[in-house]
């Protein structure tokens, strides 16, 4: 699901040789309106993680074969 509203894990390529695992979460639907507000509003935020959030896996080791098929660079929030 990542890349819809909700929260979605993915590997993000770092320099060529590294990948990032990112935890994303979408407050909403890539196409919708953002609502009126008086103070900040999060759309889409990505906490770069290490270890799986609900096992603890290392996720490097863990997926290491899988990681390019992982890859969703293309949702990244840009820094």
């Not at 990948?19 to 009126?36: G, S």
């Amino acid at each position: 699901m990542a890349g819809k509203r909700g929260y979605s894990i993915f590997t993000v390529n770092e320099d060529g040789a590294n990948r990032a695992f990112i935890l994303q979460h979408r407050a909403t639907e890539p196409e919708a309106v953002v609502p009126k507000s008086d103070g900040p509003v999060s759309i889409v935020s990505d906490v770069h993680i290490l270890f799986c959030p609900w096992c603890g896996a290392n996720l490097q080791k863990h997926y290491r074969e899988q990681t390019q098929a992982l890859d969703r660079s293309d949702l990244r929030v840009p820094w």
